[in-house]
């Protein structure tokens, strides 16, 4: 997979997708992820995920959003170099990357904090 499939598996699937830069990479941004399990279920969060034009695409094991979901620190979270207002959450992905399997370990990941 590249992640143009992933991107493209987004938009078919009604995510908004924007893009952002920082720190020398750019960002694909996923706008309003619901979350539908967990402690914050029924609110939406942003996801950054750092883009990449390696082929095989390898995710990194990243999830930045945007508001912060659990305390700094905690849960294996930090600083996000896309900014204050976002939080890095590191969670490996260890599964062969598809599309719909990625987007399914980022819900994931949302729904376990």
Known sequence: MIIDEFEQHLVATGHAVGSADAGGNTYVIIKAVP???G????KTCDVGIMRSTANPWVPQAAVHVRPHLVAMGQASSQASPLGADWQYLSRRFDKTPTAKAFLAHILTVLGEL
Request: hydrophobic share 55%; aromatic share 0%.
């Open 35 to 37: 979350i539908s399990a």
């Open 39 to 42: 402690a914050h279920a029924g």
